[in-house]
């Protein structure tokens, strides 16, 4: 029986902050930002966003049939509760069956590929179930911290199932290192990081674990787009050229880091580049989850991928945002880490999926 990803979504907010803008406020030269950093923009949560929202509005558009998911993973690294699983809020809104499993991965960006992996395992051994996998992150690192050109907001959604139609997917090859690169303690809002250390741990992952081969692409986690290039350098075959690195970074220059579905938005990227043509082929996939583990995985589009490929659907997501001033970023951001502290909330406002209260440290949405 053949398993694997029937259709991939990804979501980022509607409001984003033009990194020219951020340079000016920051005095930085935004050639570093563009050029040396690699990024454009970087994606910001609305008001009455959060990472469950977020979830329901990457998932929603895959959903064809509620009742046909029987397991949800739910993958974060920026977790609203550290006992119940985001996942419940999000299958309250997306009205699955109550006879659904839902459960919560972390291990920085890297969770989303091992909960990818689980979910192909489990729909294997349950024939004729669904699984929906979700990853869903705000990228938070500090006003004028490093680390802050490198945030964003978005989340990922992927359909697993039987015969899927876009892609298969095979096991990875793994590497596991307790390093101390990049970490969150339970009492801290931002993580505490070493950011050139980071790079060098990623890249010693990705030697241990890349495995050579004749792809068209190599999908890569990108914290900052300028990461891929890095990455792509530091291989010993399989390099790309500057046009193949220009599409997987197409997509996450516009966004920044949205952790665990950062690798994802580069094969967003490809599917935008190639509505069709790719049938049969073999691309490279690099998770990096800080702390750490790195995995190298290969997907296969299958011959009919063209169908569940909604470019103009994914190209929508990006030019359908506005961009903010530094002050309405600052505000937003502001905004965002005070109500994340607040056991009783009321949002100034509500569309879409929406955070609408907290009430006693518990979450109340509302559907669409
Ligand atoms: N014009 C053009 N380029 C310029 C420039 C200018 N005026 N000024 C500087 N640059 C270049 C620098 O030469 C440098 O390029 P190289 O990396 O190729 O040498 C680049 O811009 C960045 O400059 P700095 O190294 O001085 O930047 P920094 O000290 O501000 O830190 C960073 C950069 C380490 C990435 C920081 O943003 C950071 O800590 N980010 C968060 C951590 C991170 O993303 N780590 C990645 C690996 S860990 C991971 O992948 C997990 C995860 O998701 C976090």
Redesign the pocket.
């Known amino acids: 029986m053949t398993v694997g990803i029937d259709r991939i979504n990804y979501y980022v907010p509607k409001t984003y902050l033009d990194l020219e803008t951020l340079a000016a406020a920051r005095n930085v ?1 935004v ?2 930002y563009k ?3 690699g990024q454009e923009k970087m994606s910001i949560p609305d008001l009455h966003e959060d990472i469950v929202t977020m979830a329901a509005e990457a998932s929603a558009p895959i959903i064809d049939n509620p009742d046909q998911i029987d397991m949800v993973f739910f993958a974060t690294e920026s977790g609203v509760d550290f006992s119940k699983a985001a996942g419940i809020y999000l299958h309250k809104l997306l009205n699955l069956k109550p006879t659904v499993k839902v459960i919560e991965l972390k291990q ?2 890297y969770a989303l590929t091992s909960a990818l992996h689980l979910a192909i395992d489990y729909v294997k051994n349950h024939p004729g179930q669904k699984a929906l996998v979700v990853s869903s992150d705000v990228a938070w ?1 500090g006003f004028n911290t ?2 802050e ?2 945030q964003g907001a978005g989340a990922i959604a992927m359909m697993i199932s039987e015969n899927p139609r876009l892609a298969t997917v095979t096991p990875g090859v793994t590497y596991t290192s307790d390093v101390p ?2 970490y969150r303690p339970n009492t801290m809002d931002v993580p505490v ?1 070493d ?2 250390f ?2 060098d ?2 890249l010693e992952a990705l030697k241990e674990t890349f495995q050579a081969g004749d792809y068209p692409y190599v999908c890569f ?1 990108m ?2 787009a ?2 891929a290039d ?1 990455a792509n350098a530091s291989l010993t075959s399989s390099k790309m050229d500057e046009d193949q690195l220009a599409v997987i970074k197409s997509v996450s220059k516009e966004i920044g ?1 949205i ?1 665990n579905g ?1 690798l994802y938005l580069a094969l967003i990227g490809v599917l935008i580049h190639h509505p069709q043509g790719l049938e049969g082929k073999t691309i490279g996939m690099f998770s ?3 702390g750490s583990i790195g995995e190298f995985y290969t997907l296969t589009l299958t011959p009919r991928y063209a169908s569940v490929n909604p470019v103009d659907r994914y190209l929508k997501g990006l030019s359908e945002r506005k961009s903010l001033s530094i002050e309405a970023y600052e505000k937003a951001m502001n905004h965002y880490v005070k109500r994340e502290h607040s056991l009783d909330y009321q949002a100034p406002l509500s569309q879409g999926f929406a955070l609408v209260a907290i009430e006693k440290g518990h979450r109340i949405y509302k559907a669409k």
């Open positions: 030269d050639a570093k050029r040396g950093i920085a960006c690192y490093p680390g050109v490198t690169d990049f990081v950011g050139k980071s790079i741990c990623y986690h914290p900052f300028k990461m890095k880091n952790y950062s990096y989850g800080s």
